[in-house]
């Protein structure tokens, strides 16, 4: 039977883990703080928003939220972020992503201190990930990798020598656990919409990652995995009102040995992960 890796559970372990950090820091007049940057009202970023309150309520970090009308001027965003930056009670500080088409994200992201960057998007942070000088445990990394590495390591996953099937490829998702997984000696394949026989590439897979989100124009199906692959479903799809991944759960769950289910698998993973990310940069600047 498929060993389906609970995401949920796990996060629950961590952030208990992180209670008790944050406790000794209070206990030392220290107040971790994650300031959060959230332009216009689209409902999804509302929903996100208010969630990552309940997360930081949950293990005692403060949330600052600062919310902006859509026709805000990038200008006003980019000093609030600076100001932001000089604050030493501010320890994290979250760009919630999209922004409207007027404003540049990577220009309001490079704004923010790399040491404060608890979404591990600043071009220093990213470069040196892909330079090797990075601390997997210390350093301030993407979430969504960061949370899916904890899976697979909570579950025994070895990915040495491995072929991996990423199918995403943005600066979120596929560029940044594909170096990760590298570091761990994976062999790793990117896809994307572009990609020719891409059937054929999940099916050599032992490891498949999937993190479209585009259904029902792409589903991963049981057709597509080898028997046995590993298969970790970072998909967000709403298909009458009911949250679902990209994987078709029965087929996959026929075939594959292990498999995130959705929700419940990445998602409170990732969430977990910008807490304990904001918790680096408390205690050491996520050096």
Known sequence: MVVLMDGKALAEEIKGELRRRVEGLRERGITPTLATLLVGDHPASRTYVE?????????GISFRLHHFPASVEEGEL????????????????????????????????????????????HPYNVGRLWKGQYDPERSLLPCTPRGILKLL??????????LVVI?????????????????????????????????GRT?????????????????LT????????VVVDVGMNYVGGRLMG??????????ASHLTPVPGGV????????????????EGGGE
């Open 246 to 255: 990209d994987a078709d759960f029965e087929g996959v769950s026929r075939k």
């Open 51 to 59: 969630g990552k309150r309940r997360d930081c309520a949950e293990v």
């Open 267 to 282: 998602g409170p993973m990732t969430r977990a992960m910008l807490l304990y990310n904001t918790l680096l940069a408390c």
């Open 78 to 121: 980019r000093e609030l972020i600076r100001r932001l930056n000089e604050e030493e009670g501010v320890h994290g500080i979250f760009l919630q992503l999209p922004v409207p088409p007027h404003l540049d994200p990577r220009r309001l992201v490079e704004e923010i201190s790399p040491g404060k960057d608890v979404d591990g998007l």
């Open 153 to 162: 390591d909570r579950y025994g996953v070895e990915v040495g020598g491995r």
């Open 222 to 229: 049981g057709e597509m995995i080898r028997e046995g692959a």
């Open 167 to 199: 199918i995403n490829r943005s600066d979120l998702v596929g560029k940044p656990l594909a170096k990760l997984l590298l570091d761990r000696d994976a062999s790793v394949l990117l896809c994307h919409s572009r990609t020719r026989n891409l059937e």
């Open 203 to 219: 099916r050599e897979a032992e490891v498949v990652v999937s993190a479209v989100g585009r259904r029902p124009s792409f589903v």
